[in-house]
């Protein structure tokens, strides 16, 4: 539960005073290109809580994450980079964060193991980082969002919970049918099966993925797959996204370790070539050529070849 600090209690945009267009007389959603956002009902404006009223988390329930939990979605975290768009979006992906999305419940949430929001509002300050994604304060619904399959957890993830009218709706009602989220991936790594939906007249229609393990989205301008190799010294089977010519997107330490190999096969070709040079010199001084003859043929520096020449 979090103890909201008072400091940090300022007032913070809600869906009101975000813009929408296009706003229709038939609900609370949206769409526009497959990006979601929230219109307004007039009939709620009355104070509502904001991510600093409600708890971010909840120790009791079940799916926490496991080891597989933390460090898959933070290599989702690490690729998810949208090329630049005009005008400029705000990429916000998060982790395990609590997701509240009814304005007539404040109190209910669903709490995904990954999801992406494309044009969601941009923090400056640090005092502003969210608690907890809050739908009618943010104004737009998440655009992708991935569970990891667990035993804990398959039944709501895959959509087999029976709804219960005393209950708050499943998972899959509240990504389908309340937030109308356009894409919807899980991923099973015990049995390594790769699945996901896309939002096609207001229902989850499965697409065909087993196969190729991937899944371009066209509005987010990056695919998300399965990849096998080696993630933080762990060899598996991994999701994470690729670009338009379907090659993988780097994580920073993997440039970084790129970027080292490259620099050290560079350094192991300069110091070959120098080596080559060096065992030049007294071969071509044996075959009559001046100092100054090898200087130009090797482009070395004639002091350097009359030092190599003639030692102290």
């Not at 009355?46 to 933390?70: N, R, V």
Request: glycine share 4%.
């Amino acid at each position: 539960m979090v103890n909201p600090d008072r400091r940090w209690q300022r007032p913070l945009p809600t869906m009101y005073d975000l813009p929408s267009e296009d706003v229709d007389e038939s609900g609370l959603l949206e769409s526009q290109n497959s990006c979601l956002t929230i219109s307004p009902d007039r009939r709620w404006q009355h104070p509502l809580p904001t991510m600093y009223d409600l708890p971010s988390e909840d120790p009791e329930e079940s799916g926490l994450p496991d080891e597989f939990h933390a460090l898959q979605p933070t290599l989702l975290t690490l690729t998810c980079q949208p090329p630049a768009t005009d005008p400029p979006q705000t990429c916000f992906s998060a982790q395990d964060l609590n997701l509240y999305y009814d304005v007539h419940h404040p109190a209910w949430y669903k709490r995904p193991d990954w999801f992406v929001v494309m044009g969601a509002r941009a923090i400056q300050a640090q005092e502003d980082l969210r608690l907890s994604y809050v739908i009618w304060q943010e104004g737009i619904s998440p655009l992708l969002v991935v569970e990891l399959l667990s035993p804990n957890t398959e039944a709501e993830d895959l959509g087999r919970t029976v709804p219960s009218a005393d209950k708050p709706p499943t998972k899959w009602q509240v990504y389908e049918q309340i937030l109308r989220i356009p894409f919807y991936v899980i991923f099973d790594r015990y049995n390594r099966h790769f699945r996901a939906f896309r939002l096609e007249g207001g229902r989850y229609e499965p697409l065909e993925v087993r196969s190729s393990g991937k899944l371009w989205i066209e509005c987010l301008g990056l695919g998300v797959g399965v990849w096998e190799g080696v993630y933080q010294g762990i060899e598996g089977q991994w999701l994470r996204f690729y670009d338009s010519a379907r090659i993988w997107i780097e994580t920073p330490m993997e440039q970084a370790e790129r970027e080292k190999l490259r620099a050290e096969a560079e350094k192991e070709r300069a110091d070959r070539a120098e080596q080559a040079q060096q065992e030049a010199i007294p071969r071509l001084a044996a075959l009559g050529l001046t100092p100054a003859q090898i200087a130009a043929a090797l482009d070395l520096d004639l002091a350097m070849i009359e030092a190599t020449l003639n030692p102290p």
